[in-house]
């Protein structure tokens, strides 16, 4: 999906590699964001919130923030239940 939407191979590799240097800085605002909301269950640092209002509305981080918190949430549900990841 990330390619049909203009993701570039480059871009795909960086982020396997959590390597946000292929993005414009809003993007590698939100990407370090969502990684650091991930492992600590919500509790972001205060340099990655004010990394990401740097670049985004009010409006915005609420919304990225519930994208990621939403994902999350799929990906616990999956584990607990042992749900084969799909491709």
Request: aromatic letters at 12%.
């Amino acid at each position: 999906m990330a390619r049909r939407l203009g993701a570039t191979a480059e871009q795909l590799a960086a982020l396997a590699r959590s390597d946000y240097s292929e993005f414009e800085p809003a993007w590698r605002a939100a990407l370090a964001y969502a990684d650091s909301i991930t492992p600590t269950r919500g509790r972001v640092e205060d340099a990655a919130f004010a990394a990401l209002a740097e670049h985004w509305t009010a409006s915005q981080v609420v919304e990225i923030t519930a994208v990621v918190a939403l994902f999350n949430y799929f990906n616990r549900f999956a584990e607990a239940l042992a749900i084969p990841v799909t491709r």
